[in-house]
Protein backbone atom coordinates (compact mmCIF):
# COMPACT_ATOMS: atom_id res chain seq x y z
CA UNK A 1 0.00 0.00 0.00
CA UNK A 2 2.67 2.47 0.71
CA UNK A 3 5.95 2.47 -1.36
CA UNK A 4 8.71 4.77 -0.47
CA UNK A 5 11.52 5.21 -3.08
CA UNK A 6 15.05 7.10 -2.79
CA UNK A 7 13.07 9.63 -0.80
CA UNK A 8 14.76 13.08 0.46
CA UNK A 9 14.00 16.29 1.75
CA UNK A 10 16.07 19.62 1.95
CA UNK A 11 15.15 22.31 4.03
CA UNK A 12 17.49 25.06 2.55
CA UNK A 13 20.63 23.41 2.33
CA UNK A 14 20.32 21.03 4.95
CA UNK A 15 19.28 17.35 3.80
CA UNK A 16 16.76 16.28 6.23
CA UNK A 17 15.64 12.96 4.33
CA UNK A 18 18.51 11.12 2.76
CA UNK A 19 17.25 8.52 0.53
CA UNK A 20 14.80 6.84 2.33
CA UNK A 21 13.84 3.22 1.07
CA UNK A 22 10.39 1.51 2.65
CA UNK A 23 7.45 -0.46 2.30
CA UNK A 24 4.60 -1.27 4.38
CA UNK A 25 1.64 -3.34 3.88
CA UNK A 26 -2.10 -3.19 4.79
CA UNK A 27 -2.86 -4.81 8.16
CA UNK A 28 0.71 -4.00 9.12
CA UNK A 29 0.94 -2.25 12.41
CA UNK A 30 5.02 -0.12 11.78
CA UNK A 31 6.88 1.80 13.97
CA UNK A 32 9.20 4.46 12.89
CA UNK A 33 11.98 4.76 16.00
CA UNK A 34 15.35 6.80 16.20
CA UNK A 35 16.96 9.67 17.96
CA UNK A 36 16.00 13.33 18.13
CA UNK A 37 16.55 14.94 14.65
CA UNK A 38 16.87 11.76 13.12
CA UNK A 39 13.57 12.66 10.28
CA UNK A 40 10.75 10.25 12.10
CA UNK A 41 8.16 12.79 12.12
CA UNK A 42 9.61 14.61 9.05
CA UNK A 43 9.30 11.52 7.28
CA UNK A 44 5.82 11.26 8.57
CA UNK A 45 4.92 14.98 7.48
CA UNK A 46 5.71 13.83 3.79
CA UNK A 47 3.68 10.88 3.67
CA UNK A 48 0.69 12.78 5.09
CA UNK A 49 1.61 15.17 2.32
CA UNK A 50 2.38 18.30 4.24
CA UNK A 51 6.04 18.45 2.22
CA UNK A 52 5.87 18.90 -1.42
CA UNK A 53 9.00 19.63 -2.22
CA UNK A 54 10.70 16.10 -1.78
CA UNK A 55 12.90 14.37 -4.44
CA UNK A 56 12.63 10.32 -4.81
CA UNK A 57 8.61 8.76 -4.76
CA UNK A 58 6.16 8.03 -2.13
CA UNK A 59 3.21 6.17 -3.53
CA UNK A 60 -0.63 4.68 -2.18
CA UNK A 61 -1.60 1.68 -3.56
CA UNK A 62 0.64 2.35 -6.70
CA UNK A 63 -0.34 5.86 -7.13
CA UNK A 64 2.20 8.47 -6.62
CA UNK A 65 0.83 10.69 -3.37
CA UNK A 66 0.92 14.14 -5.43
CA UNK A 67 -1.37 12.66 -8.22
CA UNK A 68 -4.17 11.53 -5.81
CA UNK A 69 -6.30 14.75 -4.77
CA UNK A 70 -6.49 16.18 -1.22
CA UNK A 71 -9.72 15.36 -0.55
CA UNK A 72 -8.93 11.75 -1.65
CA UNK A 73 -6.39 11.56 0.53
CA UNK A 74 -7.99 12.62 3.39
CA UNK A 75 -11.01 10.14 2.84
CA UNK A 76 -7.75 7.34 3.00
CA UNK A 77 -5.13 8.48 4.78
CA UNK A 78 -5.57 9.83 8.91
CA UNK A 79 -3.30 11.91 10.83
CA UNK A 80 -2.36 12.81 14.23
CA UNK A 81 0.31 15.61 14.50
CA UNK A 82 2.90 15.32 16.95
CA UNK A 83 2.11 19.07 18.26
CA UNK A 84 -2.00 20.00 17.89
CA UNK A 85 -3.00 23.31 19.01
CA UNK A 86 -6.40 25.04 19.43
CA UNK A 87 -7.23 28.55 20.07
CA UNK A 88 -10.64 28.30 19.85
CA UNK A 89 -13.05 27.03 22.63
CA UNK A 90 -14.84 24.12 20.60
CA UNK A 91 -16.13 21.06 22.30
CA UNK A 92 -14.82 17.68 22.77
CA UNK A 93 -17.65 16.58 20.29
CA UNK A 94 -16.54 19.57 17.58
CA UNK A 95 -12.67 18.30 17.56
CA UNK A 96 -13.90 14.90 17.26
CA UNK A 97 -16.39 15.50 14.57
CA UNK A 98 -13.84 17.75 12.18
CA UNK A 99 -12.36 14.22 11.22
CA UNK A 100 -16.04 13.83 9.26
CA UNK A 101 -15.07 16.80 7.32
CA UNK A 102 -13.94 15.18 4.43
CA UNK A 103 -16.77 13.01 3.80
CA UNK A 104 -19.75 15.55 4.33
CA UNK A 105 -21.09 18.84 3.07
CA UNK A 106 -23.78 18.28 6.21
CA UNK A 107 -23.75 16.11 8.88
CA UNK A 108 -25.90 12.89 8.84
CA UNK A 109 -26.84 10.47 11.33
CA UNK A 110 -23.79 8.09 10.57
CA UNK A 111 -21.44 10.95 10.87
CA UNK A 112 -22.96 11.61 14.58
CA UNK A 113 -22.55 7.93 15.23
CA UNK A 114 -19.47 7.46 14.55
CA UNK A 115 -18.29 10.39 16.29
CA UNK A 116 -19.74 8.90 18.97
CA UNK A 117 -18.80 5.93 18.94
CA UNK A 118 -15.16 6.69 18.70
CA UNK A 119 -15.61 8.91 21.67
CA UNK A 120 -16.41 6.01 23.53
CA UNK A 121 -13.49 3.93 22.38
CA UNK A 122 -11.29 6.48 23.55
CA UNK A 123 -13.39 6.84 26.90
CA UNK A 124 -14.09 10.84 26.37
CA UNK A 125 -17.43 10.61 25.89
CA UNK A 126 -18.53 11.68 29.15
CA UNK A 127 -16.70 14.90 28.48
CA UNK A 128 -18.39 15.86 25.16
CA UNK A 129 -19.47 18.97 25.82
CA UNK A 130 -16.50 20.15 28.08
CA UNK A 131 -14.42 22.66 25.92
CA UNK A 132 -11.40 20.68 24.84
CA UNK A 133 -9.20 23.65 26.16
CA UNK A 134 -9.99 22.89 29.78
CA UNK A 135 -8.75 19.11 29.60
CA UNK A 136 -5.63 17.78 30.62
CA UNK A 137 -3.00 17.14 27.90
CA UNK A 138 -3.98 13.31 27.95
CA UNK A 139 -7.26 13.49 27.67
CA UNK A 140 -6.91 16.32 24.37
CA UNK A 141 -4.98 13.30 22.68
CA UNK A 142 -7.32 10.90 23.46
CA UNK A 143 -9.77 13.42 21.76
CA UNK A 144 -7.37 13.94 19.00
CA UNK A 145 -7.41 10.00 18.71
CA UNK A 146 -10.98 10.04 18.34
CA UNK A 147 -10.75 12.42 15.66
CA UNK A 148 -8.70 10.42 13.41
CA UNK A 149 -10.62 7.27 14.45
CA UNK A 150 -13.97 8.81 13.20
CA UNK A 151 -12.01 10.12 9.58
CA UNK A 152 -11.21 6.57 9.62
CA UNK A 153 -14.14 5.01 10.28
CA UNK A 154 -16.98 4.08 7.44
CA UNK A 155 -19.25 2.40 10.06
CA UNK A 156 -20.06 3.31 14.20
CA UNK A 157 -18.46 -0.68 14.58
CA UNK A 158 -14.73 -1.10 14.63
CA UNK A 159 -14.92 -4.64 13.67
CA UNK A 160 -17.60 -4.45 10.95
CA UNK A 161 -15.83 -3.01 7.58
CA UNK A 162 -12.55 -4.24 6.24
CA UNK A 163 -10.27 -1.37 5.29
CA UNK A 164 -8.21 -3.75 3.67
CA UNK A 165 -5.27 -1.49 1.05
CA UNK A 166 -8.30 1.41 1.66
CA UNK A 167 -7.08 3.22 4.93
CA UNK A 168 -3.95 4.44 6.41
CA UNK A 169 -3.19 6.10 10.02
CA UNK A 170 0.14 8.35 10.33
CA UNK A 171 0.67 8.60 14.35
CA UNK A 172 2.91 11.09 15.43
CA UNK A 173 3.82 10.22 19.29
CA UNK A 174 0.14 9.32 19.75
CA UNK A 175 0.84 8.84 23.50
CA UNK A 176 2.17 11.55 24.29
CA UNK A 177 0.97 12.75 28.17
CA UNK A 178 -1.26 9.70 28.17
CA UNK A 179 -1.02 7.48 31.62
CA UNK A 180 -0.15 3.85 31.03
CA UNK A 181 -3.70 3.02 31.44
CA UNK A 182 -4.71 5.01 27.95
CA UNK A 183 -1.15 4.39 26.61
CA UNK A 184 -2.23 0.54 26.35
CA UNK A 185 -5.67 1.57 25.25
CA UNK A 186 -4.52 3.50 22.59
CA UNK A 187 -2.50 1.36 20.93
CA UNK A 188 -4.57 -1.57 21.70
CA UNK A 189 -6.98 0.39 19.27
CA UNK A 190 -4.18 0.58 16.56
CA UNK A 191 -3.39 -2.71 16.51
CA UNK A 192 -7.39 -3.85 16.19
CA UNK A 193 -7.76 -1.18 13.49
CA UNK A 194 -4.63 -3.22 11.64
CA UNK A 195 -6.02 -6.26 12.47
CA UNK A 196 -9.01 -4.77 10.32
CA UNK A 197 -6.62 -3.79 7.13
CA UNK A 198 -5.60 -0.54 8.15
CA UNK A 199 -1.59 0.30 7.52
CA UNK A 200 -0.84 1.64 10.75
CA UNK A 201 2.81 3.76 10.72
CA UNK A 202 3.47 4.87 14.69
CA UNK A 203 6.62 7.35 15.82
CA UNK A 204 7.07 6.21 19.19
CA UNK A 205 10.20 6.88 21.61
CA UNK A 206 9.54 3.97 24.23
CA UNK A 207 10.93 0.69 23.51
CA UNK A 208 8.69 -1.27 25.50
CA UNK A 209 5.68 -0.09 23.43
CA UNK A 210 7.24 -0.32 20.12
CA UNK A 211 8.47 -4.22 21.25
CA UNK A 212 4.82 -4.81 22.63
CA UNK A 213 2.50 -3.42 19.50
CA UNK A 214 4.83 -3.25 16.48
CA UNK A 215 5.08 -5.59 13.87
CA UNK A 216 7.67 -4.17 11.78
CA UNK A 217 9.90 -1.41 13.33
CA UNK A 218 12.28 1.49 10.75
CA UNK A 219 14.75 2.69 12.55
CA UNK A 220 16.02 5.96 11.82
CA UNK A 221 19.42 8.02 11.91
CA UNK A 222 20.61 11.13 10.57
CA UNK A 223 17.90 10.87 8.12
CA UNK A 224 18.63 7.43 6.79
CA UNK A 225 16.89 4.09 7.38
CA UNK A 226 19.36 2.48 9.35
CA UNK A 227 17.68 -0.89 9.54
CA UNK A 228 14.03 -2.51 9.48
CA UNK A 229 12.85 -5.76 10.84
CA UNK A 230 10.48 -6.94 13.31
CA UNK A 231 11.15 -6.07 16.97
CA UNK A 232 13.62 -9.26 17.54
CA UNK A 233 16.32 -8.01 15.11
CA UNK A 234 15.75 -4.40 15.64
CA UNK A 235 15.77 -3.94 18.98
CA UNK A 236 19.02 -5.26 19.96
CA UNK A 237 21.69 -3.81 22.10
CA UNK A 238 23.99 -3.42 19.28
CA UNK A 239 21.84 -1.30 17.09
CA UNK A 240 20.65 0.65 20.05
CA UNK A 241 24.08 1.47 21.26
CA UNK A 242 25.06 2.52 17.37
CA UNK A 243 21.80 4.56 17.07
CA UNK A 244 20.83 6.34 20.24
CA UNK A 245 24.68 6.09 22.00
CA UNK A 246 23.10 3.97 24.75
CA UNK A 247 23.92 1.24 26.88
CA UNK A 248 21.35 -1.38 26.95
CA UNK A 249 20.59 -4.97 28.18
CA UNK A 250 18.45 -7.07 26.20
CA UNK A 251 16.25 -9.06 28.49
CA UNK A 252 13.26 -12.12 28.04
CA UNK A 253 10.80 -12.71 30.32
CA UNK A 254 9.31 -16.32 30.42
CA UNK A 255 5.66 -14.06 30.70
CA UNK A 256 6.07 -11.84 28.15
CA UNK A 257 6.53 -12.57 24.02
CA UNK A 258 8.39 -9.35 23.45
CA UNK A 259 12.04 -8.32 24.26
CA UNK A 260 12.62 -6.19 27.53
CA UNK A 261 14.95 -3.04 26.71
CA UNK A 262 16.59 -2.15 30.31
CA UNK A 263 18.75 0.78 30.53
CA UNK A 264 21.20 1.91 33.84
CA UNK A 265 21.45 5.49 35.13
CA UNK A 266 25.24 5.64 33.51
CA UNK A 267 24.10 3.86 29.94
CA UNK A 268 24.25 7.18 27.74
CA UNK A 269 27.65 7.38 26.14
CA UNK A 270 28.25 11.38 26.63
CA UNK A 271 31.69 12.70 25.37
CA UNK A 272 34.05 13.67 27.72
CA UNK A 273 34.81 17.14 28.15
CA UNK A 274 38.45 15.75 27.24
CA UNK A 275 37.20 14.16 24.17
CA UNK A 276 34.79 16.64 23.08
CA UNK A 277 34.47 20.57 23.93
CA UNK A 278 30.94 21.05 25.02
CA UNK A 279 29.59 24.59 24.08
CA UNK A 280 26.87 26.09 26.41
CA UNK A 281 24.72 28.97 24.67
Known amino acids: MLGIKELSLFFGAARIL ?34 IHYRGSITLNGRELHQIPVAAQARQRAVLGQQLVL ?43 RSYLTLSGGQQQRVQMA ?15 DYTGRKMLLLDEPVTGMDILHQQLSLQLA ?7 VLVLAVL ?25 DVANVLTSAYIKSCFGVEVSVLHHPDCVYPLVATSPAGALFPSPADKAINVY
Request: charged share 20%.
Open 18 to 51: DRVQLQARPGELCVLMGPNGAGKSTLLRTIAGEY
Open 87 to 129: QMPFTVMEVAGMGRYAYYTRETSLDKAIVTYALQLLQVYDLKD
Open 147 to 161: RVLSQLLEAPDLDGV
Open 191 to 197: TRLSQQG
Open 205 to 229: HDFQLAAAYAQRIFLLKEGRLFTQG
